[in-house]
């Protein structure tokens, strides 16, 4: 069974970069796209971008270039930076992917960053 | 990028109703249209692919149409244990956007 687990500081300050790891067990990392997603307290879904394991990535050109995914085979890690975080970027953030890359029928339990000074 | 917009933002219903929810595309998406259910302090679960097919697992109870830029979301028998948000997303064109989310509320 594949599980998804995402974990991160919790608390940023503004300008600063926000880190996320998502740890995958079950699945082996080559055979999918990994994608991130967000989701504002109260509010609705925002796909943050996908990465494949050889370094294929795609990313929602909302977040004006700041994302940037990578992937490490040999620890089954996926992770996300987010680049000069604001309070807008506040959210809880999933690892989530599927077959196809765009049906996201497996997710992680979220990680909630929240970014204030 | 896709705008997709959802009606109603929120409902509430008996059990045993039938309930759907409207999803609209800003363009044609042909039948790209996925289905989400989300419950409070939870992911959310993929329901439906390609605006009406099943995902496997998923009670028949719900179901899914539309093609173009008109989608809706049928719940039958509702259930207490179908309360909880749903998102409809379309996967035509990345960026994967999604709707706003209709909160499902039973009485």
């Known amino acids: 069974q594949v599980q998804l687990q995402e974990s991160g500081p919790g608390l940023v300050k503004p300008s600063e970069t926000l880190t996320l790891t998502c740890n995958v067990s079950?699945?082996?990392?080559?055979?999918?796209?990994w994608s991130w997603i967000r989701q504002p307290p109260g509010k609705g879904l925002e796909w943050i971008g996908n990465?494949?394991?050889?370094?294929?990535?795609n990313y929602n050109p909302s977040l004006n270039s700041r994302a940037t995914t990578s992937v490490d085979t040999s620890t089954n890690q996926v992770f996300l930076k987010l680049l000069s975080v604001t309070a807008a970027d506040t959210a809880v953030y999933y690892c989530a992917t599927g077959d196809p890359p765009e049906a996201f029928d497996m997710w992680g339990q979220g990680t909630m960053v929240t970014v204030s000074s | 990028d896709i705008k997709m917009t959802q009606s109603p933002s929120s409902l509430s219903a008996s059990v045993g109703d039938r309930v759907t929810i409207t999803c609209r595309a800003s363009?044609?998406?042909?039948?790209?249209l996925n289905w989400y259910q989300q419950k409070p302090g939870k992911a959310p679960k993929f329901l439906i692919y390609?605006?009406?097919s099943l995902q496997t697992g998923v009670s028949s109870k719900f179901s899914g149409s539309g093609s173009g830029t008109d989608f809706t979301l049928t719940i039958s028998d509702l259930q207490p244990e179908d309360f909880g948000s749903y998102y409809c997303?379309?996967?035509?064109?990345?960026?994967?956007?999604f709707g706003q989310g209709t909160k499902v509320e039973i009485k």
């Open positions: 363009q044609s998406i042909r039948t790209y």
């Open positions: 997303q379309q996967t035509y064109s990345p960026p994967w956007t």
């Open positions: 990465i494949y394991y050889s370094g294929n990535s």
């Open positions: 079950g699945a082996f990392i080559r055979n999918y796209y």
């Open positions: 390609d605006a009406s």
